[in-house]
């Protein structure tokens, strides 16, 4: 009888105000996920963060937790504060950006996921879901998305060889570690033709901003607006998975012709000049 009392009266009973009490967070994670063409294995890495803190109204945040897991690991559990928290994850591939045995070209810049200038977005697979915590547990379970999208584009059939350099510009340059959004900056990408085809990998854009540059040495010869023919075409930047674009320019024919993955038909209108 002496024991249970004892028991009743530690931490936070049911009696009392269990406002100032924690929340228990269960984040289950994935045990595989679509990743550069395959699937995140047991020797892949995936980096958990969660942020959150008690009072809405404060600035900043009083509760941090970055840390990388295994996909296979399971159930994780965390104790929260009861309020709200953030909980994001990144499937990377391999090891941690900015560690050795990290094959991949995105890397960490504080609290951003960064693309140098002159490469493209990795193959990286997120999640990021706020959960209300003023209660005693909650469960977050992991559904890793497509946050990169592969632009294929030719420039005419596939003998066609353009004189020029060709580039794409844009004005995102990563994603927040936090949460997933696009992150301003520049993004130059020269991409290889084979078989006449260009190709690109880009992060989640937030606007139509992403242009094919022709180049003669510095020099700017000539540009089409690629992010607007996609916008045009009906593309959701927004989506939880991104889809692939391919686009068509026939430049003698001045027309554009796009597809998208897991639509059906083709999207043709003219070309913007």
Known sequence: MWMAGMLFLSSCSI??????????????????????GGQVDNDDCVVLRLRGNSDEDEVGYSYQVTEAVKPDVGALEYEVPRGSVGVSA???GNEIPGQAGYDGIIGYDGDEIRIPVGEQMDSLYGFFKMYHTRCESV???VDLHKEFCTVSFTLGDEGYSSPYDIEVWGN??????WDLMPVKGDFRYAPVQKNGVYQVRVPRQEDNSLEMVMLDDDDIVDSLP???YIARSGYDWTAEDLADV????????????????????????????
Not at 17 to 33: F, I, K, L, T, Y
Not at 172 to 177: D, F, I, L, M, T
Not at 251 to 272: A, C, F, K, N, R
Request: hydrophobic fraction near 50%; aromatic fraction near 4%.
């Open 15 to 36: 009696k009392e105000d269990r406002d100032g009490c924690p929340c228990w967070m269960a984040v289950e994670m994935p045990e595989q996920v679509g990743h550069d």
């Open 172 to 177: 995102v340059a990563g994603v927040s570690a």
């Open 90 to 92: 990144v499937a990377l």
């Open 226 to 228: 690629l992010g607007e």
């Open 139 to 141: 469960l977050c379970d």
């Open 246 to 273: 391919n686009v068509a320019l026939d430049l003698e024919m001045q027309q554009v012709m796009i597809t998208v993955s897991g639509w059906d038909g083709v999207v043709v209108m003219d070309i913007v000049i």
